[in-house]
Nanobody, 121 residues
Framework: QVQLVESGGGLVQTGGSLRLSCAALGNIVSISSMGWYRQAPGKQRELVAGITSGGSTNYADSVKGRFTISRANAKNTVSLQMNSLKPEDTAVYYC???????????????WGQGTQVTVSS
């Protein structure tokens, strides 16, 4: 069984920082891309940041310059450093990974359980 385990959410004041981490656990053969999405109440889930196995990154315009995604391929982990947080960053943040496992033997989309980030004004 494969799972994505997230940690690091919480409550922070405007201008503060948080770091989210996600570990992919289980019978993993390979991971092509990893990333973070978020979903605020009443809104659709949106991509925050993504990173490929080669280290190429992409960010939502709203977080560029404030958030940094990083990945440790050897440990199957991805992190999101969030600085200068704003109230509009408040959402449930989900870890995402496209992985091949010993069960599927093809690329499949996996999601973490989500972690709440709340930024108070």
């Amino acid at each position: 069984q494969v799972q994505l385990v997230e940690s690091g959410g919480g409550l922070v004041q405007t201008g503060g920082s948080l770091r989210l981490s996600c570990a992919a656990l289980g019978n993993i053969v390979s991971i092509s891309s990893m990333g973070w999405y978020r979903q605020a109440p009443g809104k659709q889930r949106e991509l925050v940041a993504g990173i490929t196995s080669g280290g190429s990154t992409n960010y939502a315009d709203s977080v560029k310059g404030r958030f940094t995604i990083s990945r440790a391929n050897a440990k199957n982990t991805v992190s999101l450093q969030m600085n200068s947080l704003k109230p509009e960053d408040t959402a449930v943040y989900y870890c995402n990974a496209i992985m091949v496992t010993t069960t599927t033997l093809y690329n499949r989309n996996y999601w973490g359980q989500g972690t709440q980030v709340t930024v108070s004004s």
